[in-house]
């Protein structure tokens, strides 16, 4: 603390009227001179000199000055260390340096030096900071350690910085590698110049990283969220290659393991970046991890970006359905009926019209087209989600050859096809399937001749069927069971038999025939696709004849909705489904889900357990977490933020039970879904920029240096301020100064007097 | 033999278990027609869908019922019948409100209604009083020419003229519920073309076109017979080239 002194003035009257007199005494000396331009130097000298002292005089006393002691101390400004914890951080600082934590670890050690004999004049502050500021440890920021943080905002970080604490900032030392992901992403505008002026500081910088190192990146991935299932997706990855000469790459793309698509691309010194189209035609539907990667090359810095995933999520635009039928009959038109009504389905059909018995006349006058089977079982049953055989038997047209596709047609459906059998006198055993390739994926035992009942018989539900969803036609296991009941009989039945338990069959209904169970509806999976088997031609009875007594047909519609949905997989028929809440989320964000689960008659299961496993793409399995789902069946879990990677949600849900009271020998439903966590724009560059950081240096009139060098920390001295009492001490309050100023008076008087000047 | 008569003989011998297995169909997976029982002359052709049934099965490969099955609009099991038929020969009485709902729901459910005028009549007789009904039925959907290109037309013969006993009019007129033909109303007395006697002859002369206007007419039962069970099959995409190529 320290005491200064300053002049003031006392007077009571105003400034304006203290300026209008001292115009008045410079009026008066004025005048006297005016007034004695004849007199002689003699004279004149000695009496303008009086007049003035005694103006002068008159003025100091209306004006009062005084002196005033004031108490003053210095107040210190902060100084800010800012040290960048980007990811980007932990990369080399130069080809086989150090990573550039440690080169930053080192020179706040060495900023620290240079502040201490300064700490009269400046407090020193330690800040971390990547895509926000925040006051640090200088333990911590002195010994390096992994960075985490997912972006970089240079000027946020100094705005945060320089608006914290009540103390003014005096300097900032900015210890980085220069990449930002903000406001300086592109270089220093003149807006942020004037941002960094604004802050009224040095702002010196310490380059951690000057030269990029070697180093093969995939920077991005140009994907839409969803795609078309058989239809052609495009993504573009753009790789970044610096310092690797000339060689070419192989650059793959997997989905979960599997590729999908590859290039070739070849790397010349004298460009960085190639933009690569990769197209592919996903297969199925669901929500996949997608992997571009390119192999890690000799001497490359960083191996990690060599690899980055996204998640696709691929669904049916519609849903493609063949429909063959033997001929034309109630139940392959009130079935085309729902078909054609469903804007979802894509329907194509063909109809045997005639068979070679039949006589209609000349073949021109008829509309009739021949059967493209090799086509339509050829090259085009891939573009199918689904084929139905309406009553249709293969045997005999011969001259169609339709029996040579019948093995692809099961291999089709092993490799995710759905296929459906609707009985009738040409279908089943009646349609000699029993000893083709179709009987290893029929879902009921099919003897051929076995010939058809003509009883008429209802539909009952087996336990199977009471807890699937193709026959749900009602919520609750009694009003499904009272809705099944309400139904007409049906007639004829195909006699088949049940399959062996273990053979992935179900049925679902069963009808009596010759006095015996018989199925009805079975349904069975087949690799990765699936098999329905409908006994009979006369479903359509559930809605049509139905409708006559119970003004209806719904119970026809949603049967044969919900199975077509249940041949193709339709994900919402599923009992339980997981998605995450986006499918891919910045690094540092944690990863929510919900899990939807269903009871078996399809109504929301809630407080039903639900367990999630977050899996890596090795299958590792790196979080857990547990939840009952709410009363709209829907439990929603989060977990903390991963790695960035892209990762499996592994849902389990015991949809038969609520709370925690679940018998162990209840088994769980699964469900899949992906979730991605972007790499960020941290790790997809390791070239530093020393450029940005000296210019920020040179705009603020701090000084940059490089890692490894002593800092010169410029900043702005500590001004005094005024923090105690103040004295005021009169300066006119003189006896001797009225005398002087009478004298003066006196004597101009005296002297006019003597020399005759009235 | 011929090489071609061979494999015709091998071809009917591969479908033969497939035909006998057809003759013990019930109903439910047969073209059976129910026929409309009304206070008036409702069955004027007997027999005539004996023919039907049978020239629609030798010339496709449709199954079909012997017969058709009188039914009561009123009485239960209207709905067994997805394909009803209406005739008159002379002033068709009312339908009983209760009949014309019952008539209405089979419809709307995806029913089809044949009417064909046994008279000839236009605008007496059965015209008369069946324009009536269909009015009451259907007030919304008003009986309407089907045009040329209709698919009814290319179910399954390529037809551009009409068939039946007379020609009291060229065209067909429809009533249509959600972009299908419900009802569909020929004033040429179809089944008097179709109708054989005890002993094998035809019971009506074709007039004016004689024997090929029959053959018109048994061609027009194929092709509603295919629209009713067919619907707008022969509407999808990969017919058109073929059909736009025979009609040229």
Redesign the interface.
Same mark, same amino acid.
């Given at each position: 603390m320290s005491e200064t002194w300053r002049l003031a003035l006392s007077s009571p009257w105003p400034r304006w009227a203290l300026a209008l007199l001292a115009v008045a005494a410079v009026g008066a000396v004025l005048l006297a001179a005016r007034g004695l331009a004849g007199e002689p130097w003699r004279r004149r000298g000695p009496l303008l000199a009086l007049r003035a002292l005694a103006c002068v005089l008159a003025l100091f006393l209306v004006a009062e000055p005084s002196a005033q002691l004031l108490q003053t101390a210095r107040v210190k400004g902060r100084f800010a260390v800012l040290v960048d914890r980007s990811r980007s951080m932990n990369f080399p600082s130069g080809e086989g340096g150090a990573p550039r934590t440690d080169v930053a670890a080192e020179a706040v050690r060495a900023a620290q030096a240079a502040l201490a004999p300064l700490g009269d004049r400046v407090a020193p502050e330690l800040w971390r900071f990547d895509r926000e500021a925040t006051p640090a440890d200088a333990a911590a920021l002195g010994t390096g350690g992994r960075a985490e943080g997912g972006s970089t905002d240079l000027l946020g970080a100094l705005r945060t910085v320089a608006g914290a604490g009540n103390r003014r900032l005096a300097g900032a030392l900015v210890v980085s590698d220069g990449t930002d992901h903000a406001s300086l992403a592109g270089g220093l505008s003149v807006a942020a110049r004037d941002e960094l002026r604004a802050l009224g500081v040095p702002v010196s910088t310490v380059a951690v990283a000057e030269t990029a190192p070697k180093d093969l990146a995939i920077e991005r991935i140009a994907a839409d969220d969803f795609a078309f299932v058989r239809s052609t997706a495009k993504v573009e990855v753009t790789l970044r290659a610096r310092g690797l000469g000339t060689r070419t790459v192989e650059l793959v793309l997997r989905r979960e393991g599997t590729i999908v698509a590859a290039a070739q691309v070849r790397l010349s010194p004298g460009q960085e970046r190639y933009v690569v189209p990769l197209s592919f035609a996903p297969e199925r539907t669901g929500t996949f991890v997608f992997t571009a990667s390119v192999p890690v090359q000799p001497g490359e810095a960083i191996a990690e970006n060599n690899t980055r995933s996204f998640v696709l999520r691929v669904i049916r635009d519609r849903v493609r359905v063949l429909l063959v039928a033997?001929?034309?009959?109630?139940?392959?038109?009130?079935l085309?009926?729902i078909l054609?009504q469903d804007p979802n389905v894509d329907l194509?059909?063909?109809?045997?019209?005639?068979?070679?018995?039949?006589?209609?006349?000349r073949q021109?006058?008829?509309?009739?087209?021949p059967f493209p089977v090799a086509e339509i079982f050829g090259e085009q049953l891939r573009t199918f989600d689904a084929v139905l055989f309406v009553n249709f038997?293969y045997?005999?047209y011969?001259s169609l050859d339709i029996e040579r596709h019948l093995p692809g047609l099961r291999e089709w459906v092993r490799k995710g096809g759905g296929f459906a059998m609707l009985g009738?006198?040409?279908s089943f055993g009646?349609g000699r399937y029993g000893e083709t390739p179709l009987a290893d994926i029929l879902p009921v035992e099919v003897t051929d001749?076995s010939?058809?009942a #003509?009883e +008429?018989t209802r539909a009952r539900l087996t336990a199977e069927g009471r807890r699937h969803p193709i026959t749900a036609l009602a919520t609750g296991e009694a009003a499904n069971e009272a809705a099944w009941a309400g139904l007409p009989a #049906?007639? +004829?039945v195909n006699r088949t038999r049940p399959l062996p338990a273990g053979s992935g069959a179900q049925v679902l209904l069963e009808g009596t025939v010759d006095g015996h169970p018989s199925p009805l509806v079975a349904v069975r999976e087949v690799g990765e696709g699936r098999a329905l088997a409908v006994a009979t031609?006369?479903s359509?009875?559930w809605?049509?004849?139905a409708?006559?007594?119970s003004?209806t047909?719904r119970a026809y519609q949603r049967f044969w909705t919900s199975a077509l949905r249940w041949l193709v997989r339709d994900p919402d028929l599923a009992p339980v489904k997981v998605e995450p809440d986006r499918p891919s989320v910045e690094p540092g964000e944690p990863v929510g889900a919900a899990v939807t689960v269903r009871r078996p008659d399809w109504s929301p299961a809630a407080a039903a357990p639900v367990v999630v496993e977050l899996a890596d793409d090795e299958g590792k399995t790196v979080a857990r977490a547990e939840a009952a789902a709410g009363p709209d069946g829907v439990a929603h879990l989060s977990f903390a933020p991963p790695r960035p990677g892209a990762y499996q949600l592994r849902a389990s849900a015991w949809n038969r039970c609520s709370g925690a009271a679940c018998p162990p020998s209840v088994a769980p439903e699964h469900a899949t879904g992906a979730v991605a966590v972007r790499p960020g724009p941290e790790d997809a560059d390791a070239a530093p920029r020393p450029e940005l950081l000296r210019a920020i240096a040179e705009a603020t009139g701090g000084k940059f240096t490089t890692g490894g060098r002593s800092p010169v920390l410029p900043f702005v001295e500590p001004e005094a301020v005024e923090i105690g009492g103040r004295k005021d001490r009169p300066l006119w309050d003189r006896g001797w100064l009225l005398a002087v100023l009478a004298g003066a008076l006196a004597g101009e008087w005296a002297l006019r007097r003597r020399w005759g000047r009235w | 033999m011929r090489r071609r008569d061979l494999l015709k003989l091998a071809l009917v011998a591969a479908a033969a278990p497939l035909r006998a297995a057809a003759e013990a169909l019930p109903d439910a997976s047969r073209l059976v027609v129910g026929q409309i029982q009304h206070g008036g002359r409702w069955d004027p052709r007997p027999g005539a869908f004996r023919r039907f049934g049978w020239e629609v099965a030798r010339r496709t490969s449709i199954e079909t019922g012997a017969d058709a099955v009188p039914v009561r609009l009123g009485a239960p099991g209207l709905h067994r019948y997805p394909m009803l038929y209406l005739a008159g020969d002379g002033a068709l009485p009312p339908f009983a409100d209760g009949e014309l709902a019952a008539l209405r729901r089979h419809l709307q459910y995806g029913g089809f209604l044949l009417v064909d005028a046994a008279d000839g009549s236009d605008g007496s007789g059965f015209d008369a009083s069946v324009r009536r009904e269909l009015a009451r039925l259907l007030p919304a959907a008003p009986l309407t020419r089907v045009p040329r290109e209709h698919v009814l037309y290319k179910s399954f013969y390529l037809l551009d003229r009409q068939g039946g006993r007379v020609l009291a009019k060229p065209w067909l007129e429809a009533q249509t519920l959600e972009n299908r033909l419900a009802v569909l109303y020929s004033q040429n007395d179809l089944a008097g073309a179709w109708a054989r006697g005890p002993l094998g002859d035809w019971e009506y002369p074709c007039t004016p076109g004689g024997e090929a206007q029959r053959e018109i007419a048994f061609r027009l039962a194929v092709n509603i017979s295919m629209y009713a069970l067919c619907g707008d099959y022969k509407d999808d995409a990969v017919h058109l080239p073929f059909i736009l190529r025979r009609r040229s």
């Open positions: 033997g001929r034309p009959s109630w139940d392959e038109r009130f085309r009926g054609k194509v059909s063909f109809y045997i019209l005639r068979t070679n018995t039949d006589d209609p006349g021109e006058e008829l509309s009739l087209i038997a045997q005999p011969r009738g006198e040409q009646d001749g010939g058809l #003509v +008429p #049906v007639s +004829p031609d006369a359509w009875a809605g049509f004849v409708a006559e007594s003004g047909a | -």
